[in-house]
């Protein structure tokens, strides 16, 4: 292996200053309630608000702010999102187990999760995919009541018009104007306002991850999400001009973006620079996508295929790429990863906004043991057995027999008495 292009800086760190504030900024919430995210709105969105709550007029009013094409489109998403959802669904089963023990019956319920807080990331454009990713697999998995999040859009005095859409005809239950720390801590511990979830989902900037880390235990999160990354696995078969693009396409997410490049032809790679330097000038985002590649950009040359699949199975990577002669043996052989794109034509793009996968992935190699978000995310496997009289008397020797090399007699004499009366 030789690295042609190393990254020169980390893209996530915790520091103290970053762990204080977001605890203060908890704490405040927990005391202030409503009246801390109305202060918290004036003095980081710059916006005058009575309420977080979005009301169904605005909600309403929003479809009359976007074009027909955009409703047409995060329509077809949807339906994309949920017909795949419904899939993973029919996948999992509740179990009922006649053990050959007689008296025992083992089993599992599934058990949607019944409050989830979704979180919705905005920054310099507008997210409406991230609002169907969570929302409607939530709804899907059997969850009672869904509430949406995201912060208010500059120019708009609340959230953007196409969020709110896409909020809606994911069917969302509640939404409210409100990001960062203060939105996790309220989803996590209510408000006169906000109502108290069991669960918190979506990707955000540092302070809502550092938030989900705080609040976790009180509540769930799917995870602690870092700066989204791509890794693309390429031989001699690869096209340069889509290598490049599709790097571009990930460093263009954010300054922090991790593009990163596992290649074994020496040419491909020179011809795939020269492209995404083309490219890049094409681009209303080169700043930040240069900036994310100069920055974070790497680029691996192996000798084979196999070394190829063990660097990309150690990295763990968010997305994965997979542009090759035998795209469907070397795709059976990676196994970390969030999402893979199988093909030369299988860019990021169309998991991130259309094709029916998830988008909210598993970051900083966290792929090693995690997944995306999913039904199964909502849904809680609960384990229950129904045990007899006789069922009591096959398990008690065994029972009580543990029970005594622990050292916990009462629940050694929780089977003795039963077995005794």
């Keep these: 292996m030789k690295i042609i292009k190393q990254a020169q800086k980390k893209t996530y760190e915790r520091s103290p200053e970053l762990t204080e504030t977001v605890a203060g900024i908890i704490s405040d919430l927990k005391n202030g309630g409503d009246q801390v995210l109305v202060d918290l709105a004036r003095k980081f969105d710059k916006i005058e608000i009575d309420s977080v709550r979005v009301s169904p007029e605005v909600i309403q009013r929003a479809y009359q702010e976007v074009s027909e094409e955009t409703v047409k489109h995060i329509r077809f998403a949807a339906r994309q999102i949920e017909t795949f959802a419904k899939a993973q669904l029919d996948s999992i089963r509740p179990v009922n187990v006649k053990s050959d023990i007689p008296g025992l019956e083992l089993g599992h319920r599934l058990v949607p999760i019944e409050k989830v807080g979704c979180y919705i990331p905005s920054g310099r454009h507008p997210l409406p ?44 239950h509640e939404v409210y104007c409100m990001g960062g720390a203060q939105a996790i801590g309220a989803f996590a511990y209510g408000t006169q306002t906000v109502k ?8 955000g900037n540092q302070f809502v991850t550092e938030a989900k880390r705080q609040v976790l235990g009180d509540v769930g999160i799917d995870s602690l999400a870092g700066p989204s990354e791509v890794l693309i696995v390429a031989d001699e078969t690869a096209n340069p001009t889509f290598i490049a693009i599709d ?17 074994t032809d020496e040419a491909v790679i020179k011809a795939s620079m020269q492209e995404l330097e083309r490219l890049l000038e094409t681009l209303p985002t080169r700043e930040t996508a240069r900036t994310a590649w100069e920055d974070n950009g790497v680029i691996y040359l192996v000798e084979s295929l196999d070394e190829a699949i063990d660097i990309s199975n150690e990295i763990a990577p968010e997305h994965l790429e ?4 035998e795209e469907r043996e070397i795709a059976s052989r990676l196994t970390n990863y969030g999402s893979m794109f199988v093909g030369h034509y299988a860019p990021v793009a169309f998991g991130d906004f259309v094709s029916g996968t998830n988008h909210i992935l598993p970051t900083m190699s966290t792929a090693r043991f ?49 077995v005794e009366k």
């Design 247 to 263: 790097l571009l396409a990930q460093a263009e997410h954010d300054p922090n973006a991790k593009p990163i490049l596992v290649c």
């Design 370 to 418: 995690a997944n995306g978000v999913w039904v199964g995310t909502f849904i809680k496997t609960s384990f229950y057995q129904f045990v007899s009289e006789e069922g009591c008397h096959n398990l008690s020797e065994a029972c009580m027999h543990f029970a005594e090399v622990e050292g916990l007699y009462a629940h050694r004499d929780s089977v003795r008495l039963r």
């Design 129 to 172: 995919s991230s609002a169907l990713m969570s929302i409607i697999v939530a709804r899907t998995a059997g969850v009672e009541y869904v509430a949406a999040c995201s912060p208010p859009f500059k120019g708009y005095e609340t959230i953007h018009p196409a969020v709110l859409v896409a909020m809606d005809i994911a069917g969302a």
């Design 322 to 325: 997979v542009q090759v002669a």
């Design 196 to 203: 108290k979830v069991d669960m918190i989902v979506g990707p």
